[in-house]
């Protein structure tokens, strides 16, 4: 049996099409970056479930909870900034994770003196399990100061920054 070479080039497309969206549904997938909250235009996103697989100063995905300023199930990437077990403290605008490295400055809240600042959040407590403290790079991100903790289950994946 003899087959064309166009037939070939379409078999070829089809196996190459299959793979990559058995690919992206199961292990990970390229994610653009259009927000400046985070350095980096261009991520890898592996799929993860849970904290396990996540670090300080990591990227994480995650699905948002939704409130008044953001839809539900919109998809952020931010730093992970304060694991369970450490303690995030808040001193003045200034927020810190404390941990057995010591103590680190993770940023600083927005004032009143940016438009739409949305109230802050004070911390000074152990984050709990199954929770992570998650933050942007950017001094008008917005982040775990403004709404609280992300819950393992949000979570989607880590991202590596391509560029």
């Not at 549904?25 to 799929?47: A, E, P, Q, W």
């Not at 003196?113 to 403290?133: E, G, M, S």
């Amino acid at each position: 049996m003899k087959f064309s070479g166009k037939y070939i080039v379409i078999v070829s497309l089809l196996i190459v099409i299959t793979a990559g969206v058995v690919y992206t549904r199961t292990i990970g997938h390229i994610s653009i970056n259009m927000d400046t909250c985070i350095k980096g235009k261009l991520f890898y996103v592996k799929y993860i479930k849970g904290l396990s697989q996540l670090r300080d100063n990591d990227y994480v995905t995650f699905l948002f909870k939704g409130n008044k300023i953001l839809h539900k199930n919109t998809r952020l990437i931010k730093f992970v900034g304060c694991m369970p077990g450490e303690r995030i403290i808040t001193v003045g605008l200034k927020y810190y994770c404390i941990n057995k490295r010591g103590k680190h400055y993770l940023g600083r809240a927005c004032t009143k003196a940016i438009p739409k600042c949305p109230k802050h959040i004070a911390f000074n407590q152990i984050v709990p399990k199954n929770k992570l403290f998650a933050i942007g790079t950017a001094a008008n991100s917005y982040d775990s100061r403004y709404w609280g903790f992300v819950n393992s289950k949000s979570i989607t994946g880590r991202a590596y920054k391509i560029f």
